[in-house]
């Protein structure tokens, strides 16, 4: 019988970059679940304060300060309709748009940053 001693060394290295690939698409995956997540919050708590009758800038601030977390812009943030468009008993849309850039090595290349988008409509009182 010949000796083994290369084997594992050999087989380790064949699995190695799989297992990097899924570990690093579980993070992906992770990370574009807290973005949705935290998208969500912030369009919720925008729409809440336009529905309260707050001005756009209230609006676009409750936004970003709940986006804190994945750096939310107020540009990546839609009121619709704005400040003089908003009557009680209308609806108010809020609209988050952002890009997660993806940390998988190949999959980054192929498809670049995904774009995630959220929409919140709430009645104004």
Do not use: C, Y
């Not at 594992?8 to 579980?26: D, K, N």
């Not at 994945?70 to 943030?77: A, E, G, M, N, P």
């Not at 839609?78 to 890009?99: D, F, L, N, Y």
Request: charged residues 20%.
């Amino acid at each position: 019988m010949k000796s083994e001693k290369g084997q594992s060394l050999v087989e380790f290295a064949l699995i190695l970059p799989i297992l990097a690939i899924m570990l690093f698409g579980i993070v992906d995956v992770g990370r574009m679940f807290h973005t949705g997540l935290t998208m969500d919050h912030a369009g919720r708590e925008a729409a809440r304060m336009a529905s309260i009758q707050g001005s756009d800038a209230e609006v676009m601030s409750a936004a970003v300060e709940r986006g804190g977390s994945i750096s939310l812009t107020s540009s990546q943030v839609t009121i619709s309709p704005g400040e003089a468009g908003r009557e009680s008993g209308e609806k108010v849309t809020i609209t988050i748009t952002h890009s997660v850039p993806l940390v998988t090595p190949f999959i980054e290349g192929m498809t670049g940053p995904i774009e995630l988008s959220n929409t919140t409509v709430m009645r104004v009182e």
